[in-house]
């Protein structure tokens, strides 16, 4: 990767919350939590806590002078419990001590008291409970009841997806220091920097502009710190306001894992109908989404369930309803793909349904009902510069689809304790918050005297490189070498109203933003250029770090340049701030056009399986995906790579656990298998269609982050494909992940 955070990465040099420099009178803030998934506290008892040598204090929720409140979406989540304890995990008291140990120790001396309440894991059950975060939601499009009775095939089925441990490398952390006129400072491992500034303010009570966030850089993220770094960072500064010390909150594996909010687990029923040209002619899907404790940004992940709920497909009639329903878990939480991925397995599997009645590859079904422009999404938006059937076509080009199937068939025939098997997954994915407010973000750029320039975003860096997209597009905008641009942590204080660094959407708004102050910057420049040499600016180019004067460009270096404004004192800094143009939405229709644009992309998996063992490897993976002009090849590449592993450990490899009382029965890394080097096939290919330039983002590029996750579902249904091999009749659950272990059972049973 050409990341320049990634040299400092390789060799240890970037710092990450853990690793500041701290005082001598910080203090560590440890959490106690509810060790039952739901219940009533009756008493709390602190037992000998405080004479524990080190322990200083111990905070309730009675010592929280502002509101006990941290819910972003919707009201229902105490920053420490008041009474009742929703999942094991639900924080109750901050013990702050001197030393680590001491307030492990602590930990020990508490006895709490807690009366069992009725415990729900099940979404179905607790939607048969009437345990709803909000009313039910429904798109609909055409006539689905009537579209019934124009398909040769109506097939039913239910598709289970579990949840997804983030596993960032660096765990929920932050330090708060006190600040003058009682206000605070906190360094946080979050993509929200100013959530985190809002939720402080009401937990202490106190205005934002006392309070500063500051944002280096996150040892990854993944969506797992767009709300759930919140409370880490509250409790900090709850703690610094309290003591007046500065306070530090690192959460270690175990505790992060068990206690944080992860992807949500979906239950899902669907209903798919075709002509007997493999037409899609209705579609209906209903999604309990398990949302956990809290509702944390459920309701949000929920639309984006319903927005993605016909991936790449062309559907006349269409019925999508998402449930969002409370269970005594942790809260799940954003993660890559934000309800997407979810909504396009159950789609997916639909097909594959289908394709098992009809008699058909689902290739032929998802090929011939791939979207074109003109087509209407079912929620009222029209696809436009649609690239899905390209990059299917290029996909064909590059690896013949239909005879990689057709080797492996007779692959299969010859091989009876080794089985091939392949998919291909379309995905196209659409770019903006669906939350239209937040499509907005501002950017401040500072030029030194010396030349050199420093940019301010509401962008986080977790590892995406966004920060070398920003560079690239300062550089670019102001003709000058990308060495000269630095860019800054994210500062509440130096850009305000951030929204979170999300929806894959990082480098589409702060890079516009970036690029509209530099250019106000250029402009301003170029004035003092043409007045210096006596010509109108339009005369004024500049090209490599040089002024040129109608097309000359030996004339003045950047430098000089910059000295000159100075000198005739121009200003040299710039704010400005972009917002997404024509989007809306309308929530009552369920209609509108909530995207800028859409991502498109095609992959072919390959996969091998090891009949007698279960076990399975990917041999050979293809991905062509579309990045408009990429922003920086390198780090799309391994935007595009790395989603995908991830994605495909989502569908076969990541098993989250728990027992039916609300216990995580895979709570570290022993017991919950991430993806590997390993694990990556031994042929990854991926392919980026340049040349496609989107008239919608910045300087002609897409977005990335997320869309390639979705690739790893066609890694589902090769495993899947392999076992029907063996046994092509046997009807298959919908149950992802498809590990070994329930590869083997399926095999048993096929044989049985
Ligand atoms: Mo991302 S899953 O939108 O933080």
Not at 361 to 374: C, F, M, S, T, V
Not at 442 to 454: C, K, M, N, Q, R
Not at 615 to 634: A, E, M, P, Q, W
Not at 670 to 690: H, N
Request: aromatic fraction near 8%; charged fraction near 25%.
């Amino acid at each position: 990767m050409n990341n320049d955070e990634i040299v400092k990465h390789v060799r240890g040099e970037s710092e990450f919350i853990d690793d500041l420099d701290i005082p001598n009178n910080i203090l560590y803030g440890t959490v106690f939590v509810s060790n039952v998934s739901h219940g009533k506290i009756e008493k709390i008892d602190i037992g000998n806590a405080l004479s524990i040598k080190g322990v200083i204090r111990i905070i309730d929720y009675k010592d929280i002078s502002g509101e006990n409140q941290i819910g972003a979406i919707v009201k229902d989540e105490e920053l420490l419990s008041e009474g009742e304890v929703r999942f094991i995990g639900d924080p109750i008291l901050l013990i702050l001590s001197e030393d680590r140990d001491s307030g492990k120790k602590a930990l020990k001396e508490i006895k709490a008291d807690i009366s069992p309440l009725p415990v729900i894991t099940d979404p179905r059950e607790s939607f048969k409970a009437g345990n709803l975060v909000a009313p039910v939601r429904t798109f609909n499009k055409g006539d689905v009841d009537k579209g019934w009775d124009n398909c040769k095939f109506v097939v039913e089925g239910k598709v289970d997806s579990g949840g997804q441990e983030h596993f960032y490398m660096e765990t929920q952390a932050a330090i708060a220091y006190p600040s003058e006129k009682d206000g605070v400072k906190v360094f946080s491992s979050t993509q929200s920097p100013t959530a985190v500034q809002k939720s402080i303010s009401t937990v202490l009570k106190i205005p934002m502009n006392k309070i500063e966030v500051d944002v280096r850089r996150l040892g990854g993220a993944f969506g797992g710190k767009e709300d759930q770094a919140t409370p880490w960072a509250v409790m900090a500064a709850l703690g610094a306001f309290i003591t007046k010390r500065p306070v530090k909150i690192v959460l270690s594996r175990e505790d992060d894992i068990r206690i944080t909010g992860k992807r949500h687990p979906f239950s899902s029923d669907f209903k798919i109908g075709l002509d007997d040209s493999c037409r899609i002619i209705a579609y209906e899907a209903t999604f309990y989404q398990n949302c956990g404790a809290y509702a944390d940004l459920s309701t949000a992940i929920l639309e984006r369930s319903l927005f993605h709920s016909t991936n790449s497909y062309f559907i006349p009639n269409v019925r999508v309803t998402g449930i969002s329903c409370y269970t005594n878990l942790p809260p799940f939480t954003a993660f890559r793909g934000f309800g997407g991925p979810q909504a396009m397995f159950v789609m997916e599997s639909a097909i594959n349904r289908a394709a098992e009645v009809m008699k058909v590859d689902a290739r032929i079904i998802q090929e011939k009902n791939l979207l074109k422009d003109g087509d209407i999404f079912p929620y009222g938006m029209v696809a436009k510069n649609c690239n899905i059937r390209l990059s299917w076509k290029k996909l064909d080009e590059y690896s013949d689809i239909e005879n990689t199937f057709k080797k492996i068939e007779a692959f299969n025939k010859k091989n009876d304790l080794i089985k091939k098997g392949a998919a291909v997954i379309p995905v196209t994915f659409g770019i903006s918050f669906t939350n239209k407010m937040m499509n907005q973000a501002g950017a401040l750029v500072h030029i030194y005297t010396d030349g050199s320039v420093s940019v301010n975003t509401g962008a986080v860096e977790m590892g995406q490189g966004v920060n070398k997209k920003i560079i690239n597009i300062a550089s670019d905008t102001l003709s000058i070498s990308p060495s000269l641009v630095r860019v800054e942590s994210t500062n509440t204080t130096r850009v305000a109203n951030t929204s979170p660094t999300a929806a894959s959407s990082g480098a589409d708004l702060n890079g516009m933003a970036t690029r509209t102050a530099c250019k106000v910057l250029s402009d301003r420049l170029a004035n003092i250029a043409a007045e210096k040499f006596g010509v109108s600016s339009d005369k004024i180019t500049f090209k490599d770090g040089m002024t040129c004067n109608i097309g000359n460009c030996d004339e003045m270096v950047w430098k000089d340049l910059i000295n000159l404004a100075y000198s005739k004192r121009v200003s040299l800094s710039s704010h400005a701030y972009y917002t997404t143009p024509d989007i809306y939405f309308d929530k009552e229709k369920e209609k509108g056009k909530p995207f800028a644009y859409h991502v498109f992309g095609t992959a072919l998996i390959e996969a091998e399986l090891d009949v007698l063992r279960g076990t399975y490897k990917f041999t050979k993976v293809k991905i062509i995906h579309d990045v408009g002009k990429s922003l920086d090849i390198k780090t799309d590449l391994g935007q595009i790579e790395g989603g995908f592993i991830q994605g495909l450990g989502w569908m076969v490899l990541e098993e989250l656990l728990f027992d039916d009382k609300g216990n995580i029965m895979t709570g570290s890394s022993s017991t919950y298998k991430i993806p590997d080097i390993r694990f990556v096939p031994d042929k990854l290919d991926v392919q980026i269609m340049e040349e496609l330039k989107n008239p919608y983002a910045v300087l002609g590029s897409k977005a990335v982050g997320e869309p390639p996750f979705m690739y790893g579902i066609g890694g589902y249904f090769a495993v899947r494909n392999c076992i029907a091999a063996v046994s092509p009749d046997k009807k298959l659950p919908f149950d992802s992940p498809i590990t070994p272990e329930k590869v083997l059972s399926y095999l048993a049973f096929a044989d049985s």
